[in-house]
């Protein structure tokens, strides 16, 4: 479980990091921003997976 949050936790820093690539001779701005629209979905999608897990250990039932 702890594994799985943590894997999404490094896809949520990975999406950080397209979102904030900076354009050069090798990035145009067109695919940089391509990869910040992808970065940004990377971020929301796999916060909410996060949240989820975060919700549902908080409501799981201990017997």
């Keep these: ?3 799985l949050a943590l894997l999404y936790l490094a896809c949520v ?3 950080y990091g397209l979102a904030n ?3 050069s001779a090798l990035i145009t701005p067109e695919i940089a921003n391509f990869f ?3 970065g940004g979905i990377a971020m929301v999608v ?3 997976a996060v949240l989820y897990l ?3 250990a ?3 039932k201990k017997f």
């Design 54 to 56: 975060g919700v549902k």
């Design 58 to 60: 908080l409501f799981q």
């Design 36 to 38: 910040a629209a992808v």
């Design 21 to 23: 690539i900076p354009t």
């Design 13 to 15: 820093l990975a999406g």
């Design 1 to 3: 479980m702890y594994q």
């Design 46 to 48: 796999f916060a909410l």
